[in-house]
């Protein structure tokens, strides 16, 4: 169907006095005895185009008032009669599909909670416009950044054999139902498609860290999995999760690559999406592209585990969950360090290693590991980083007094035997970055169809 995209022709003064087709939905519709006028919007811009129809001049097909029908339009490209910009004045409409009455989006503005009941409508509100073409922006602004640093993409399995990190986190795989007829579990597990038990990968890291022993600069931009019982805002069961791993790297140069990275993204949404942010920050964050700016001119904290519980501890506040060493901190805690005390994104530092994960470098105390989680104000966590335990020893004691079995990581052992090298890597989550990028305070309303506990369509 030959037409021009809607930012095209508000965009491009070049269109101005020429006839031109489009094609789009409308999104409000005035009529009057002589004149009607229609927001068309096709989803390339957040901005409608205006369509003048001169009912003197131009029999109007009824359905082209209904909100939300499809309709080709041509018509003469002329300076806006209020304001700056661009509209069309119609000589010509086809209806390509009409919409009734019960279309769900009669209001201007929606919950977002009544909008997530219709996650196959929602897509045509400026919000949701707004917030996937930012995703989409910041996806290939990703892609970009590890190219242009010679990084290879690498994509990594999502069917797994073993369960990465996430102890009770998987989510299993499996082509036969439940059926009485095995013995035990091990029977089952042993007459299933792949001859044991398999699930969905919480994490590319351990692959990704294969790749990275022999590419040096690697990283995964794909889907993990997390079957977490966590009904928060902030997590969804399948999210969508950027993991770079660096050979030769230590958790300082980690965590300069993670902040030069952060900042690549916020500055590439800036230049590309202004409309977008002064959207986002008139409908859901106040102040929000001045707090971007500052992220993009302002070094990101770097604050000792230890410190930070202390900062917590003298604080004063009564906080729900207890502040002790050793102990995780609760999304509360994180936010209250990030938002109170530094107000700016904050790389918190060797944790205690009996809360992190296996592979995490242990530091010379004996008591903390080489890790880092970013946290951000409003959101809290949004990358888990580390350096990665690269002694073959230290590494098979971290693995047994977790109980784990070594034969299901030989793969991951052998690295440690062959050419080992001090390397790091972190797990940036997308939506969790989106969420901070356009305030939006839900995950579910980042991503097209959110999958949670009990909700999947
Ligand atoms: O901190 P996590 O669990 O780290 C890892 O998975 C490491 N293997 C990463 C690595 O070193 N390569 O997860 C990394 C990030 C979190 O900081 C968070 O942003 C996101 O993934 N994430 C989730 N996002 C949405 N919903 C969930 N259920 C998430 N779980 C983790």
Request: hydrophobic residues 40%.
């Amino acid at each position: 169907m030959k037409h021009i995209d809607i930012r095209d022709i508000m965009e491009n003064g070049a269109y101005v006095g020429q006839e031109a087709t489009v094609c789009g939905w409308v999104r409000t519709a005035r009529d009057s005895k002589n004149m009607a006028f229609l927001a068309l919007n096709d989803g390339t811009t957040l901005n409608h185009l205006q369509i003048v129809v001169d009912k003197a001049t131009l029999e109007m097909p009824v359905a082209a008032t209904h909100l939300g029908s499809a309709l080709k339009v041509v018509g003469t490209v002329v300076p806006a009669m209020n304001g700056g910009g661009v509209e069309i004045n119609a000589v010509s409409i086809e209806v390509l599909g009409d919409c009734p009455a019960d279309y769900p989006l009669q209001k201007k503005f929606q919950k977002l909670e009544t909008l997530r009941e219709i996650p196959h409508i929602r897509v045509r509100t400026n919000t949701f416009n707004a917030v996937l073409r930012i995703r989409s922006i910041m996806a290939a602004a990703l892609h970009r950044y590890f190219q242009e640093n010679h990084y290879t993409y690498i994509n990594t399995p999502l069917l797994t054999g073993s369960d990465c990190e996430g102890a009770g986190e998987v989510f299993q795989v499996t082509t036969i139902g439940y059926n009485t007829e095995y013995k035990n579990a091990e029977e089952y597990y042993a007459n299933d498609f792949f001859g044991k038990r398999a699930g969905l990968s919480v994490s590319g890291q351990l692959e990704g860290e294969v790749a990275a022993m022999g590419l040096g600069k690697i990283y995964t931009f794909g889907p993990s999995f997390r079957a977490e019982n966590s009904n928060t805002p902030r997590h969804v069961a399948e999210f969508w999760h950027i993991e770079p791993e660096v050979a030769f790297a230590e958790l300082p140069d980690i965590i300069e690559i993670a902040e030069d990275m952060i900042k690549y993204v916020i500055r590439d949404v800036m230049e590309k999406c202004p409309d977008e942010l002064a959207f986002f920050e008139q409908r859901f964050e106040k102040g929000l592209r001045e707090k971007l700016q500052s992220v993009v001119d302002n070094d990101f904290a770097i604050v000792d585990y230890t410190t930070a519980i202390d900062q917590l501890k003298a604080s004063g506040v009564k906080f729900e969950y207890p502040v002790e060493w050793g102990l995780d901190l609760q999304t509360e805690h994180e936010r209250y360090i990030t938002e109170e005390i530094y107000k700016k994104p904050v790389f918190l530092t060797n944790y205690p290693k009996d809360i992190k994960a296996f592979y995490m470098k242990q530091n010379p105390d004996g008591k903390t590991v080489a890790a880092t989680d970013l946290l951000v104000p409003g959101v809290g966590e949004i990358i888990g980083c580390s350096e990665r335990e690269a002694d073959y020893d230290k590494l098979v004691s971290a693995m047994e007094a977790r109980g784990m079995n070594l034969d299901d990581y030989k793969d991951y052992l052998d690295l440690r035997k062959f050419g080992s090298v001090p390397h790091s890597g972190f797990g940036l989550g997308f939506e969790r970055i989106i969420m901070y990028v356009t305030g939006m305070s839900n995950i579910r309303d980042v991503i097209l169809y959110p999958r949670t506990v009990g909700n999947i369509r």
